[in-house]
């Protein structure tokens, strides 16, 4: 076959329904793979590395430096532009997230066992947060406007399978291996990343076969890192230069700070023994309740949210939103003095939880859309972006310290009592009518 994209099906080759027919067999599977990293270095890593008898305060610390590679992307990613095509990235990465997820496997029966996987671990983030910049470049080459907007809602749908998957799926697994192989914790995590490193080559193998070469997506002219430099100062500036910068960074990166401190230690109470004050669940039982039934409540809450903002606008449910966003420590403070042992009261109770932080988190995501509207928008978006990881991961590192210094139930009640810093920073915002529309 002669090399070249004159001879390669795409789009505009195309009629707008075949197109359609033919994204139908990657947009999916490409949404879900860039997904599945994110959740394996922020959440199953957390359970994994506690399994195998890290403190809280060395869970939550290494796994949320793991933020890092996203926080940075604004700033690399136009590199990505000047090698090869997005297409090229895209296969690329998966193979490499295929290895470095083998890696870990490997290393977790080795004596270096900890170095050895935070390595491959951090090898992950930094090829994972490529795929997103590479995956996103080929969604608007591959894609014309009308098909973006069509599959918009089940890239979201993919990015939620991916996060059961991740969360649910294989944490059970690494839960039923456990009771197979009769309790052998690094063994069975070991099979478990194999699995995951087996899944990455799968979706390799697929997309080798269903991305399109797209007609645009091709290397760009070479550009010196000091022009690229030099167009991230500029946008920089600008976006610092936006009205009601100050109100919008405090927003920002203190909206979240309740959910920052919860989001690390949550995961690590339902599952730590009774008498360290946890509830002490099984990985089979936590990949159901936070992993399953959870994730159902943060889609319903985040469709409930995307559609009352649809119709009466952000301005006019900011306070009910923030509200909602008020209950999660409140439920993790109640189960932590009564501690139950049913199943179904705590996966009850965790459905509320991410129901109400679905909801919540709906205000903060359309703010930085009405925010980031105008000239730059792109690019001020993917700043705020940053700055919004940057606010989890700065909580984060410091939130299993916390909690061994003051015990899951105070430190559920602080999480309760920063939300007041949300209230405050939501009443600084102004949200003008014509924003909405």
Known sequence: MVKGHDNTPNEDNLSPDKGTRAAWAWVPSLSFADGLPLVILMTVSLIFYKQMGLSNTAVTFYTSWMYLPWILKPIWSPFIDLVKTKRWWVLLTEILLGAAFGGVAFTIPTSFWFQGTLFFFWVAAFTGASHCVAADGFYLLALNERQQAWFMGIRQMADRLATI?????????????????????????????????????????????????????????????????????????????????IRALCFIMLFRLSEALLSKVSPLFLIDAPHNGGLGLAPQEYGLVQGTVGMIGVIIGSIIGGFAVSKGGLRRWLYPM??????????????????????????????????????GLTAYMMFLIYYNRGEFRTSHYAIASALMTLSLMLPGLMAGSLEETLGYRRFFLLALILIAVTWRVAAMVRIKEQEEL
């Open 165 to 245: 998957f991740g969360q649910g799926i294989l944490v059970m697994v690494a839960g039923n291996l456990q009771v197979i192989f009769r309790g052998s914790i690094s063994y069975s995590w070991s099979l478990t990343f194999y699995g995951l490193a087996g899944v990455f080559l799968a979706l390799w193998l697929w997309h080798s076969q269903t991305l399109p070469h797209a007609r645009d997506d091709r290397q760009h002219p070479f550009v010196s890192a000091r022009a690229i430099l030099s167009g991230f100062v500029l946008t920089f500036r600008t976006f610092l230069s936006k009205s009601g910068i």
């Open 322 to 359: 923030v509200l909602a966003y008020s209950l999660p420590p409140a439920i993790y403070l109640a189960l932590a003095y009564w501690l139950p042992d049913n199943l179904t009261l705590v996966s009850v109770a965790v459905f509320i939880e991410q129901c109400s932080t679905g909801f």
